[in-house]
């Protein structure tokens, strides 16, 4: 549901789940098959992840598209294999989306990504959950209301060999729309780093991460 370019998403800020258990890029080939009018299948190869046009990998890439009814639709996608020559990860990732026109101004997608990789030594290098949910409100043609809630959890050797910690964000923003090809995207984010394990800025009293932080940011896509 987020992707690389900053214009295709709603909000001016990214998901944890993004920036740590998934891929930025793939190069290979992937082929679409309708089934019916409903239904689209994906098959697959890859060389690993965000690789570019260098073999650091091999990994099947496949998945489901279901139109379950006029409003609403899941996604099921999946790559499993070799991601790549950086700890020698080898692994699976499983994702789930369903998105939901509520109403005609009301849209809900839920995300949900499952990631399980070990390395060169057999052991796991990480072992991720996160679920985001999303729920957009188009006012008018100019300004779009949005809410983003995200649970990640995360361990593995990729993050310091920490086991079963869990992060959260609370994301509010807008997008509003000047002219046709000038957007503003600003929001509030507020983040529950749980085990303190180093995603927020440090504690200017003991030196520790904080546990909780609120940003604004904001930006100008033209």
């Not at 139109?67 to 499983?94: H, P, W």
């Amino acid at each position: 549901n987020e992707v690389v370019a900053a214009t295709g998403n709603f909000f001016y800020s990214r998901q944890f789940t993004f920036y740590n258990a998934e891929p930025f890029t793939h190069t290979g080939a992937l082929s679409t098959y309708n089934v019916d009018d409903q239904t689209q299948l994906y098959n697959g190869w890859v060389s690993g992840w965000d690789s570019g046009f260098e073999r650091n990998g091999s990994a099947y890439l496949g998945g489901i598209k279901r139109q379950i009814t006029d409003n609403t639709s899941v996604i099921y996608a999946t790559t499993m294999g070799r991601f790549g020559k950086i700890a020698g990860e080898d692994g699976g990732l499983q994702s789930f989306i369903l998105t939901s026109n509520l109403t005609e101004s009301l849209t809900f997608i839920s995300q949900s990504d499952v990631l399980y990789t070990t390395n060169s030594a057999g052991l796991g290098q990480r072992n991720t959950f996160g679920n985001i949910n999303y729920l957009i409100y188009k006012i008018n043609d100019c300004v779009s209301f949005g809410q983003r809630f995200e649970w990640f959890n995360f361990g593995g050797a990729g993050f310091a060999d920490r086991r079963n910690d869990d992060l959260y964000n609370y994301t509010v923003g807008i997008n509003y729309r000047a002219t046709s090809n000038l957007i503003f995207r600003p929001e509030v984010r507020w983040v529950w780093d749980r085990e303190r394990f180093g995603f927020l800025e440090n504690d200017t009293n003991g030196g520790a991460p904080k546990a909780t932080d609120a940003i604004f940011g904001t930006d100008m896509i033209f």
